[in-house]
């Protein structure tokens, strides 16, 4: 039972034209609970558009209606139209208004009811209902549980239980991480009633990337350092050695997941550099090994065992700071 969902579905009653917003560089997740949410209210008859700060990694462009979705950087002229219209607005996937990037300042203005669904630790975004689950495998999971208490299970299409399917195989790993809770399985078992492959949506998800981020990825485990605590896989990517692989958004995605495969590894960090100047940290861990203790020592944060920050510091200087971090 998710608490005053009745205030939810009052506020979806009476809007007409809805906007849902995910986070900056949106993974599986975010694109597959936005997706699901605009599927849902376009069968209740509202309006609905997602707006994302940047564009997806290509190889998510099979994803069904995701050729729907409005990407800011793209075309600012038409997120505002949209904006201008709306009555109703979904934060999806994210717990700080921070994480949106560019899209920041044409939504927090606005004086329309606003509804969070997220599964990080503190949302800290003004609301008028929050659905908050930090033990949740994934956004998408929490979508599912939205639409199933305002409307029923019959309510979860096809193409909604496919674009659910696809955010909670993303966000763990393939059942690999996040997916201890026994109702998790119930959920994905009424997915696959619905008519879900999840065999063919495993090969379209982990096996249709390109030569060049392969290759990419061979060089990033071929580079790997082991910090000195013997337990911290530390993975540290250039420009240049992004423009070297012809490096595309999303490409280094799941890479930091990698090393947590080696014996006695129990924590990975990957630093990538922008071309800005920005230097990007994905942390990994497993087990009773906090990283998100580690992203808030850089204005970051997240789950215990994934975690990230941002970082408008030199790439070295960066790497130096987390090697004394970790001892």
């Known amino acids: 039972m998710i608490e005053n969902i009745g205030t939810a579905c009052s506020l979806i009653g009476q809007s007409s ?28 008859g509202k309006k609905a558009t997602v707006i994302l700060p940047n564009a997806y990694p290509d190889y998510y462009s099979w ?19 949209i904006i201008k219209e709306a009555d109703l607005l979904f934060c999806v996937d994210y717990n700080q208004l921070s994480r949106i990037s560019a899209l920041r300042p044409l939504v927090e203005p606005l004086k329309i009811p606003r509804i969070v669904i997220d599964h990080h630790i503190g949302p800290d975004i003004p609301c008028d209902f929050l659905y908050s689950v930090p033990s949740a495998s994934a956004a998408s999971e929490l979508v599912y549980r939205f639409i199933c208490e305002l409307s029923g299970d019959e309510a979860v299409t096809h193409k909604i239980a496919t674009q659910i399917m696809i955010g909670i195989t993303t966000d763990t790993g393939g059942l690999a991480f996040s997916c201890n809770d026994p109702e998790l399985y119930h959920i994905i078992g ?17 096996h249709t990337y ?25 993975i540290v990517l250039t420009v240049k050695e992004q423009k070297k692989f ?4 999303g490409d280094t995605e799941g890479f930091v997941n990698m090393p947590l495969t080696i014996q006695k590894i129990n924590r990975s960090i990957l630093v990538r550099e922008e071309e800005d100047g920005e230097v990007k940290v994905s942390l ?18 997240g789950h ?21 971090v970790i001892h």
């Not at 809805?18 to 069968?43: K, Q």
């Not at 209606?65 to 002229?77: A, C, K, Y």
């Open 63 to 81: 994803i069904p209606d995701i050729r729907s979705v409005v990407i800011l950087e793209n075309n600012q002229g038409k997120v505002m139209e």
């Open 190 to 206: 009424n997915l696959v009633a619905k008519g879900v492959d999840r065999n063919d949506l495993n090969i379209k998800l982990f």
């Open 246 to 249: 012809r490096y595309q958004v």
């Open 284 to 301: 990994r861990s497993e087990g009773d090994n906090p990283v998100n203790t580690i992203a808030e020592l850089f204005g970051g944060g």
């Open 17 to 44: 034209n809805v906007i849902i917003t995910g986070h900056v560089r949106p993974d599986g997740d975010a694109i597959g609970a936005t997706l699901a949410l605009r599927s849902y209210l376009l069968d209740l």
């Open 210 to 234: 390109s030569l060049d981020r392969f290759k990419l990825m061979s060089h990033c485990l071929s580079k790997m350092e082991i910090l000195a605590d013997g337990r911290t896989a530390l």
């Open 304 to 324: 215990k065992n994934a975690s990230g920050f941002e970082a408008k510091l030199p790439l070295a200087e960066v790497i130096e700071r987390l090697k004394r």
